[in-house]
């Protein structure tokens, strides 16, 4: 069972937006930066956000991040048939000193 | 740009010692940066195993610690020894750059980009 909660899937209409979530406590989420991933089939997992809500260079602004309190959100707008993917959220967690993931939401684009 | 690429034996005997390399091209992993690996089970999430600083320093996953050596070798690489492996350690092992900053015993901004292929490793007699 993972320290941070994350829904085991989400859908939505090519075009549309979606968005995941990722519920942790007062010991990750709340007082440490949150990061995104997007794992695509049989590949390696890659950054989408850092520090809660910066986009690296090349990542397209369709993607989002957002904190408040002890969750985080990643958004997805005009959603394409490529943006089907394994997502994870990923924060240091201080009470267990070390890095904790959520469990990953698979999209499915309808 | 950065590239980084996972090496070492696809099965390994329980019991046994897992040594994986991760050989680093496009940055001095001497010039900085936290360097960390990370495993994904099969059909399951992703777990953090740990990291090394340029300096040598090192942050490890609890419940693997007493288990686990991360080192910086030569030649631009770093690698990960996990000792007595059972079943449960059988996963694909991804090495990566770990961005943000560490402050005493805490890592505050941890975040890993990019990260390699990976390799799977199974354990098996």
């Known amino acids: 069972q993972s320290v941070l909660t994350q829904p085991p899937s989400v859908s939505a209409a090519p075009g549309q937006k979606v968005t995941v979530s990722c519920s942790g406590s007062?010991?990750?989420?709340?007082?440490?930066?949150v990061s995104w991933y997007q794992q695509l089939p049989g590949t390696a997992p890659k950054l989408l956000i850092y520090?809660?809500?910066q986009r690296p260079s090349g990542i397209p602004d369709r993607f989002s991040g957002s904190k408040s309190g002890t969750s985080a959100t990643l958004g997805i707008t005009g959603l394409q048939t490529g943006d089907e993917a394994d997502y994870y959220c990923?924060?240091?967690?201080?009470?267990?000193?070390?890095?904790?993931f959520g469990g990953g939401t698979k999209l499915t684009v309808l | 740009q950065v590239q980084l690429q996972e090496s070492g034996p696809g099965l390994v005997k329980p019991s046994e010692t897992l040594s994986l390399t991760c050989i680093v091209s496009?940055?001095?992993?001497?010039?900085?940066?936290?360097w960390g690996w990370i495993r994904q089970p099969p059909g399951m999430g992703l777990e953090w195993i740990g990291g090394?600083?340029?300096?040598?320093?090192t942050y490890y996953n609890p419940s693997l610690k007493s288990r686990l050596t991360i080192s910086l070798d030569t030649s631009n690489q770093f690698s990960l020894q996990l000792r007595s492996v059972t079943a449960a350690d059988t996963a694909v092992y991804y090495c990566a750059r770990v961005g943000g900053y560490c402050s005493g015993i805490n890592c505050p901004d941890s975040y890993f980009d990019p990260w390699g292929q990976g390799t799977p490793v199974t354990v098996s007699s």
């Open positions: 007062t010991s990750n989420i709340a007082i440490n930066y």
């Open positions: 496009g940055y001095s992993i001497s010039s900085g940066y936290f």
């Open positions: 090394i600083y340029d300096g040598g320093g």
């Open positions: 520090d809660n809500n």
């Open positions: 990923g924060t240091w967690d201080s009470s267990l000193s070390h890095v904790v």
